[in-house]
């Protein structure tokens, strides 16, 4: 047992800001940085009806106190400082917390979670299989995409629907490479992985190689134009960002990336003006919007040419 000691900082704020502090945060926080949406709901039919929009949520992150840790302390609350004064929110607190105080709280934030068929299992974590569910075993590092956020949850849901066995994948934006993953265990013969940040390529590779579908996803540095680049048409392709990185997709030609009849999923935005704005570019591409799945305000949509 060691006697370390981590700073924990805490923010509360709206949604909308909620991604922007948690990559302020992550620049210091060697273990990632966890987003706590409140409860999610376990019971099947909690995902059928549309869940009340949560303001709120609290963001939660740990800093070892080791050397140098004021200093990252002070740039933490100047970046947070300059993020309210464009989206207000209170400021941070900060806590000293002991070492197992530390591996219980940020645990926490990490249990076993299932989604439709999907069981995903933190690797410190253990689970017991029903018969015909699928694990993916994570260990999110730094990289976005551990099943706590909405919009990950929803491309599950989602791509458990639609993707067929034996269909080829692209994943736009994998981050750890979760939904690669899920697709290659629900039947996928092929995903392409990509990500424009070299930390998810790194995680996702390991967390693929963890899962033993090495054989069948592969990992790169990229985003649309190495997709465009490489004149190859998939059955499904999923993008999970945010609405101006789907409406650029959607210009830049993303569905020529479809064979006739395929499909594509997309999250990464809030019911209201920024689905219809999604709605619209999907639909000025020449993609027709035929599925929808929502959870609290987040919405992640379906579509084939
Ligand atoms: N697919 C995962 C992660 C989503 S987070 C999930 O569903 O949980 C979004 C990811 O997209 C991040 O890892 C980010 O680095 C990546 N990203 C952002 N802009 C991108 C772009 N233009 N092209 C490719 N990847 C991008």
């Not at 303001?55 to 002070?74: F, H, K, N, S, V």
């Not at 249990?111 to 999907?118: C, E, I």
Request: overall charge negative; glycine content about 10%; hydrophobic content about 45%.
């Amino acid at each position: 047992m060691s006697g370390m000691q981590w700073l924990e900082i805490t923010v509360a704020a709206p949604m909308e800001a909620a991604e922007a502090i948690a990559e302020v945060l992550s620049r210091y926080a060697p273990h990632g940085v966890a987003l706590d949406y409140g409860p999610v709901p376990t019971d099947e039919a909690d995902w059928e009806r549309p869940l009340l929009p949560r303001d709120t949520l609290t963001i939660l992150a740990y800093l070892p106190l080791t050397e140098g840790w004021e200093e990252a302390r002070q740039r933490i609350e100047e970046g947070l400082w300059h993020l309210s004064q464009i989206l207000p929110f209170p400021p941070p607190r900060f806590q000293v917390i002991a070492e197992e105080e530390w591996a219980e709280a940020w645990k926490a934030h990490y249990d076993v979670l299932r989604v439709g068929p999907f069981v995903i299992r933190p690797t410190w974590r253990e689970a017991e299989l029903q018969p015909g569910e699928l694990l993916i075993e994570l260990d999110p590092g730094m990289a976005f995409g551990t099943g706590t956020h909405p919009t990950t949850r929803l491309c599950l849901l989602a791509l458990a629907e639609w993707l067929q066995a034996g269909e080829r994948i692209l994943d736009l934006g994998t981050g750890s490479g979760i939904l690669a993953i899920a697709a290659a265990r629900r039947g996928a013969s092929r995903v392409w992985a990509l990500d424009i940040d070299p930390v998810a390529v790194r995680v996702a590779r390991e967390n693929v190689q963890r899962n033993g579908v090495a054989d069948r996803v592969a990992v790169a540095q990229g985003s649309l134009e190495e997709a465009l680049g490489r004149g190859e048409q998939f059955d499904g392709i999923l993008v999970n960002i945010l609405a101006p990185v789907i409406q650029r997709f959607c210009e830049q030609g993303m569905s020529a990336l479809l064979r006739p009849g395929g499909w594509v999923i997309v999250s990464g935005f809030l019911c209201g003006e920024q689905e219809a704005s999604v709605r619209e570019a999907m639909e000025a591409a020449g993609l027709q919007v035929c599925g929808r799945w929502m959870e609290a305000d987040w919405v992640a949509l379906g579509a084939r040419p």
